[in-house]
């Protein structure tokens, strides 16, 4: 089975500091993906990576950074943290292109 | 534009019951593929099914089917004989082709909360 683990289930971060998502991956896929869900908004896209030291922006990426040194690993980074990025960040990745993705159980992000 | 569409932000069905939740797309890319996700309280998203553009054949997983009718651009989930640990948030999911851009980035709908009451 494929496992894509979250550092953390819940964080608590203040204002302007500088937090950092882990996610990492065990099945050796290319493509890895961060999202933030929201209620009545689904999963927006932040930033995918499709390989190593790659990365795309999504649709949302602002006030985020993303960071890919290893396949098995991606990083996000929210440079300095603000309220309205209290959200539930998910991170997702699969095989290729048209393979099914698959998610970390996601990290529950307040911002104070 | 919005491309996924789930008109229903909650659903209510008797256990044992079949309930079906709506999921309609938007795309001109005539090669994608449409998912349904689930997410239980406790975090984490569960792929359910998956249904090609080009399948001929609805798609079926267990107790899951995809009512698929692709001239309405519809691609409902349908849940035979509901439990209680199905209650939980469904997502619906397009994968846009590489006509609209790279990647094959997945696009979410906003989601449908299923409670199965006893």
């Known amino acids: 089975d494929v496992k894509v683990t979250q550092s953390s289930r819940y964080l608590v971060k203040r204002t302007g500091e500088k937090v950092f998502l882990e996610c990492v991956q065990d099945?050796?896929?290319?493509?890895m993906f961060w999202y933030r869900q929201d209620p009545g908004l689904g999963l927006r896209l932040i930033y995918f990576s499709y390989d190593v030291k790659m990365k795309e922006k999504g649709d949302i990426p602002e006030g985020y950074s993303v960071s890919r040194e290893k396949k098995e690993r991606f990083s996000l980074i929210l440079e300095s943290a603000s309220t309205n990025q209290t959200s539930m960040y998910l991170c997702?990745?699969?095989?290729?292109?048209?393979?099914?993705?698959?998610f970390g159980d996601g990290t529950r992000l307040s911002i104070l | 534009a919005q491309k996924i569409t789930q008109t229903q932000p909650g659903m209510f069905v008797q256990e044992k019951e079949a309930v079906t939740l709506d999921c309609t797309y938007d795309?001109?890319?005539?090669?994608?593929?449409l998912f349904w996700y689930k997410q239980p309280s406790s975090g984490e998203m569960i792929f359910l099914i998956y249904?090609?553009?080009?399948?001929?054949q609805n798609a079926t997983e267990g107790r899951y089917s995809l009512n698929f009718q692709k001239a309405r651009k519809s691609a409902n989930l349908v849940i035979s004989a509901s439990q209680l640990g199905d209650s939980a948030m469904y997502f619906c999911?397009?994968?846009?082709?590489?006509?609209?851009?790279?990647?094959?980035?997945?696009?979410f709908g906003a989601g449908t909360r299923l409670a199965v009451h006893p």
């Open positions: 099945m050796d896929h290319e493509n």
């Open positions: 997702a990745s699969r095989l290729g292109q048209l393979q099914t993705q698959h």
């Open positions: 249904q090609g553009s080009y399948d001929q």
């Open positions: 999911a397009m994968r846009e082709g590489p006509f609209s851009g790279g990647y094959n980035k997945l696009i």
């Open positions: 795309t001109s890319d005539p090669s994608y593929g």
